[in-house]
Every structure is written in C-alpha cells, then in structure tokens.
C-alpha cells in the first residue's frame, strides 16, 4: 500500500502545481482581435511584422482637444513610448495593448499612430472611455494632431 501511495502523491502535487500556476497566471485580454472604428477609420491591428498591436488610422477627423476628463491620460501616454496604453482617471498608466480591461471604474484607453497629412507624416493621438476588451471607445473621445509618443515599440 505504501508504494503505491508513493506513486500517485507525486502526481497529485505535480497536478496541484498546474492548477496553481494556471489559477494565478492573469488572463490576457484587451486587444486580442483586429478592432476598427469605420466612421473615423480608426483600427487596431497587429503588426504582421512584430506581432505588437498597434493603433491606425488613415484619416485625421473630429479632432478635439484632449482636455478634461483625458488630460491626465493624454499627458502620461505621451510619455510613455506605447502604442496603445490603458490609463486611470488620474493618469496612471494601468497597462499596454494586452491590459484586461475591468468590468466596473473609469479606464481611459490613449492610442498613437503615425499618418499622412497631405505630405506630412504626423502624428495623431486619441484617447476615449473603455468598457470592454477589444474596444476602442467610439464616443466621448478627443484626439490631437502632432502629438504622440517619440516612439512605440514595435509600431512605429
């Protein structure tokens, strides 16, 4: 009885350490699909070259100015060199393009890409209310032309 009470122990701890690891590794969400706005053309998109997901856009329009309630947001993503970044009320960055986005609170979602602008590559940054994965926060938002961060990692 012994020896077989030896053989499946380990297999039960070796079965519990999966459990665990897979109970307290976090889910991944947000960005896990290609998501676009058609009205104002806005996108994101995985690049087929990096793998980052990356926000696009092929036409500038209803810009508005990023004052209150985004201006904490718009300041830190500016920032940040991310793409794509998830921001609380008070500016705090909460994550990159694979944050969860949580079912309750405020979370602003910030977005930069490069565009043309005639024969000007520019570029243009939006940031809007979130309240699910794979959303882009299609109202309530602003936007700026000219203002990004530097550098995206694996964008641009």
Request: hydrophobic residues 30%.
């Amino acid at each position: 009885m012994q020896s077989t009470n030896r053989q499946i122990y380990p297999r039960l701890s070796i079965f519990r350490g999966i459990l665990l690891v897979l109970l307290l590794h976090p889910a991944q969400a947000a960005f896990t699909q290609r998501t676009c706005e058609t009205f104002n053309n806005y996108c994101v998109e995985a690049n087929p070259q990096t793998g980052a997901w990356c926000f696009t856009s092929t036409i500038i329009s209803r810009v508005t100015t990023c004052g209150a309630p985004y201006q904490a947001a718009f300041n830190t993503h500016l920032n940040e060199g991310t793409a794509i970044g998830y921001y609380s009320p008070s500016g705090q960055f909460l994550g990159g393009s694979n944050y969860p986005v949580p079912a309750s609170g405020t979370t602003y979602l910030c977005a930069s890409a490069l565009v043309q602008d005639g024969s000007l590559t520019t570029h243009f940054t939006r940031c809007s209310d979130v309240t699910r994965d794979n959303d882009l926060g299609y109202s309530d938002s602003c936007g700026s032309i000219g203002l990004g961060p530097a550098r995206a990692a694996g964008c641009y």
